[in-house]
């Protein structure tokens, strides 16, 4: 009995420290990056018309790009909530352009194996945290998605949630990621 309540409390105490690594080491940042190229992910399996058959083979993300003063200027003049904060976060490093890239294999009709790519462009403002602001191309195995049409509609709606709020399994998730390359 001695031996059971020790060995109880030793996995306690590693699953303790485990979890402490995980919140310490992973930042509301890494997280969201994650969240970005799953999110192209989730949009792309959508797309397919055999989506059992989706494998991710390779997620990343492209350089940042910032906005130009012009359409940092043009955000705080819409968004009415957030102008009280220009003067704080006009920094053009606080807005960025970056692009999820999804390499991935799926099946066709005839159930021939395909690699194909898909890329979610995302407008990023960090003025209090990261979050994404519009959703800018988006292309599905070589179809460009234009603004209006409902295709582009629909994986826009999957693309761009708001009010996210990470929670500590979110986070072990980004960490076996970045680790292990762990693709779900």
């Not at 930042?27 to 399996?45: E, G, H, I, P």
């Not at 606080?94 to 005839?110: C, G, H």
């Not at 194909?116 to 960090?126: F, K």
């Amino acid at each position: 009995m001695k031996w059971f309540i020790i060995s109880i409390l030793v996995v306690g105490t590693l699953v303790s420290t485990f979890l402490i690594y995980v919140h310490e080491s992973v930042s509301y940042d890494d997280v969201f990056l994650y969240d970005l190229k799953q999110r192209c992910s989730f949009a792309t399996k959508e797309r397919m018309v055999a989506p059992s058959s989706y494998k991710i083979l390779e997620l990343s993300l492209t350089s940042k790009k910032n906005w130009s003063q012009d359409r940092i200027d043009n955000y705080f003049s819409r968004n009415r909530i957030y102008s009280s904060l220009k003067e704080k976060y006009n920094d053009p490093k606080n807005f960025y352009n970056t692009t999820a890239l999804v390499k991935f294999s799926s099946k066709n009709r005839m159930g021939v194996d395909l690699v194909g790519y898909s890329s979610c462009e995302y407008y990023i403002d960090n003025t209090r945290e990261p979050r994404v602001d519009e959703i800018g191309e988006i292309d599905i195995d070589g179809h460009n998605y234009k603004k209006d049409s409902l295709d582009y509609i629909y994986a826009e709606l999957t693309l761009n949630k708001h009010g996210i709020k990470y929670s500590l399994i979110d986070k072990i998730k980004t960490l076996m990621n970045i680790e292990f390359e762990y693709k779900r």
